[in-house]
């Protein structure tokens, strides 16, 4: 989990080019972000959605992107379910994971704007998740690359003893050239230490400044 997250604008990596629709019971195509199991050969084994169901993976999948074995990753996973508890992989894509910091504790904190199209709370209330919307493009002197963070300015208890807290998402567009919109998934995780009533997301855009507020 990092303060700090570099982007590219490669943004999905498939396992497969094609797929057996079928007419199975359970063969409809769905896609969601998951927790992706590694095993010990560095495979996508097993993932558990948001909402505590498990299923295991046949075959397990690959991608580049898994670099470590024995671990979890954040992902977002097109699959087909084979049975209540098996299913295959379409395709598979790493889904970047945000951890807040006090905001004291960061030298840069670049807030320049970016699009939202959608933010949500997952099921178990340990992610906060947003699609954004990233302007992008190539130049011979820029690699491509810009950067997210996540600045925690506050976790306080209110009057009536409720906790709320409030981050602020942090974005360097590193000169990237905007030619294009990309969608980039990413998850905050969010703290497990505390209790939290609300949450206050402040996200920079082009339209200004603007506050999320998440209840979970």
Same mark, same amino acid.
């Given at each position: 989990?990092?303060a700090?997250?570099?982007?590219? *604008? +490669?943004?999905? *990596?498939c396992t497969?080019?094609?797929?057996?629709?079928?007419?199975?019971?359970?063969?409809? +195509?769905?896609?969601?972000?998951? /927790?992706?199991?590694i095993n010990?050969?560095?495979?996508?084994a097993?993932?558990?959605l948001?909402?505590?169901?498990?299923?295991?993976l046949t075959?397990?999948?690959? *991608?580049?992107?898994?670099?470590?074995?024995d671990t979890?990753?954040?992902?977002?996973?097109? !699959? %087909?379910k084979l049975?209540?508890?098996? *299913?295959?992989?379409?395709?598979?894509?790493?889904?970047?994971?945000?951890?807040?910091?006090?905001?004291?504790k960061?030298k840069?904190?670049?807030?320049?704007?970016t699009g939202?199209?959608?933010?949500w709370?997952?099921? %178990?209330?340990?992610?906060?998740?947003?699609a954004?919307?990233?302007?992008?493009?190539?130049?011979?002197?820029?690699? @491509?690359?810009?950067?997210v963070?996540l600045?925690q300015?506050?976790?306080?208890? %209110? =009057?009536d003893?409720?906790?709320?807290?409030? !981050?602020r998402?942090l974005? =360097?567009q590193? @000169?990237?050239?905007q030619?294009?919109?990309?969608r980039?998934?990413i998850?905050?995780?969010?703290? /497990?230490?505390?209790a939290? /009533?609300?949450?206050?997301?402040?996200?920079?855009?082009?339209?200004?400044?603007?506050?999320?507020? !998440?209840?979970p």
């Amino acid at each position: 989990m990092q303060a700090i997250l570099v982007l590219t *604008a +490669l943004l999905v *990596a498939c396992t497969t080019d094609s797929y057996d629709k079928g007419q199975g019971k359970y063969s409809l +195509l769905q896609a969601e972000l998951v /927790d992706l199991d590694i095993n010990g050969q560095k495979e996508a084994a097993a993932f558990i959605l948001d909402d505590g169901s498990r299923f295991t993976l046949t075959p397990p999948a690959t *991608a580049k992107w898994i670099e470590t074995a024995d671990t979890v990753y954040r992902a977002v996973l097109y !699959f %087909n379910k084979l049975s209540e508890t098996t *299913a295959e992989v379409v395709s598979l894509g790493a889904v970047p994971t945000l951890r807040a910091v006090e905001h004291w504790k960061l030298k840069k904190q670049p807030e320049d704007p970016t699009g939202i199209e959608s933010a949500w709370l997952s099921k %178990n209330d340990k992610y906060l998740n947003l699609a954004l919307l990233l302007k992008a493009g190539q130049a011979d002197d820029n690699d @491509g690359t810009q950067t997210v963070g996540l600045a925690q300015d506050t976790i306080c208890k %209110n =009057d009536d003893q409720t906790c709320t807290a409030c !981050f602020r998402l942090l974005h =360097d567009q590193c @000169g990237v050239p905007q030619y294009y919109t990309i969608r980039r998934y990413i998850s905050i995780l969010l703290p /497990d230490t505390v209790a939290l /009533d609300t949450i206050r997301l402040t996200i920079p855009t082009y339209e200004g400044k603007k506050e999320r507020v !998440f209840i979970p």
